[in-house]
């Protein structure tokens, strides 16, 4: 198969990790990197101005997330991944199941909602078309497990064991659509369970655990697949490069092993989210039921008390 779109890959030395990491940026991912970045900055400044403050936290979850998609994509891990299945899972990994939480973590709507500009009256400008898609039924379907968990399950095993990885990595175009879909299918399944941002789907804390698990497992079951295979399963990663010295089953088995193995990193990094989320919002309640018993008198505990005292007097 010609991979002469995405750089020398046919000359490929063996993989190291610091070959790996040298500089090979894809022009499309790059650019995006940057606006990303340049947009999400633009949003801190103009809310610093105004005097409203932004968590550091998100800001460094954002662009944490920003830079794990740039190091897939702009380094040659990604030549690396054109022709090594090891390799190209690692990718998928971190842009599927990484990168999303991270972005998550990092708010980005929340941000875009309070920094754009309201539009005049009886016109339409960015945020009042993003509040629109945030609550339009095309939203609400996207973001629904009955959608989110086949989507999530179904990039694995109806990519992988069917010609459609072969056709898409046949192309440049064909290469860069897959890692988008890897990284919009991470941010609806991962969006309703951890996400910051507000969103048309959002259940109770128990309720996002069982979704998380729902899906997890299937990425395991995928990874022990491809380990226990006998035979090459992906015609693409079928005839490595004499330069790199793999095998082929070697190269699946690693790759199944690496799927195996993240199956369990984004559910800690996940779960650890939604405990702080979950003792963070019984705080605000907490909170709330304060300055409701200050402003009140605490009616709710007197008419207890109030109660208490007509049974003893009953008595």
């Known amino acids: 198969m010609d991979h002469s779109g995405h750089g020398m890959t046919m000359d490929l030395p063996p993989f190291t990790l610091g070959r790996g990491l040298g500089w090979s940026a894809d022009p499309f991912f790059l650019i995006a990197c940057l606006v990303g970045l340049a947009l999400y900055a633009w949003g801190v400044a103009r809310l610093t101005?105004?005097?409203?403050?932004?968590?550091?936290?998100r800001t460094v979850a954002f662009v944490t997330g920003v830079l794990s998609i740039a190091l897939m994509m702009c380094t040659k891990l990604n030549d690396y991944g054109m022709v090594m299945f090891s390799v190209h899972m690692v990718?998928?990994?971190?842009?599927?199941?990484?990168?999303?939480?991270?972005?998550?973590?990092?708010?980005?709507?929340?941000?875009?909602?309070?920094?754009?500009p309201t539009a005049g009256r009886g016109r339409k400008g960015p945020r009042e078309l993003l509040l629109m898609l945030l609550h339009s039924r095309y939203m609400r379907v996207i973001t629904h497990p009955v959608f989110t968990i086949p989507m999530f399950i179904a990039s694995l095993y109806a990519l992988y064991f069917t010609p459609l990885f072969d056709f898409l990595m046949g192309s440049k175009v064909g290469h860069i659509a897959m890692m988008v879909h890897f990284?919009?299918?991470?941010?609806?399944?991962?969006?309703?369970?951890?996400?910051?941002?507000?969103?048309?789907?959002?259940?109770?804390?128990?309720?996002?655990?069982?979704?998380?698990?729902?899906?997890?497992?299937?990425?395991?079951?995928?990874?022990?697949?491809?380990?226990?295979?006998?035979?090459?399963?992906?015609?693409?990663?079928?005839?490595?490069?004499?330069?790199?010295?793999?095998?082929?089953?070697?190269?699946?088995?690693?790759?199944?092993?690496?799927?195996?193995?993240?199956?369990?990193?984004?559910?800690?990094?996940?779960?650890?989210?939604?405990?702080?989320?979950?003792?963070?919002?019984?705080?605000?309640?907490?909170?709330?039921?304060?300055?409701?018993?200050?402003?009140?008198?605490?009616?709710?505990?007197?008419?207890?008390?109030?109660?208490?005292?007509?049974?003893?007097?009953?008595?």
């Open 49 to 57: 101005r105004r005097g409203d403050k932004w968590p550091v936290g």
């Open 91 to 116: 990718q998928h990994m971190v842009i599927s199941m990484v990168s999303p939480i991270l972005l998550l973590l990092g708010a980005p709507i929340t941000m875009a909602l309070r920094a754009l």
């Open 183 to 315: 990284l919009a299918v991470g941010l609806v399944f991962f969006w309703p369970i951890m996400g910051v941002d507000p969103g048309p789907h959002r259940p109770g804390y128990l309720m996002r655990m069982l979704e998380l698990f729902a899906g997890m497992p299937f990425h395991a079951f995928f990874g022990i697949a491809l380990m226990m295979a006998s035979s090459p399963m992906v015609e693409t990663f079928e005839n490595p490069p004499a330069s790199l010295g793999i095998d082929t089953l070697s190269d699946q088995n690693a790759a199944g092993g690496i799927a195996w193995a993240f199956s369990e990193v984004p559910s800690v990094l996940v779960l650890l989210a939604l405990v702080f989320q979950w003792y963070a919002s019984d705080q605000r309640q907490a909170r709330r039921t304060d300055r409701a018993a200050d402003r009140d008198g605490d009616k709710e505990l007197e008419a207890y008390n109030a109660y208490l005292a007509s049974l003893n007097t009953r008595g």
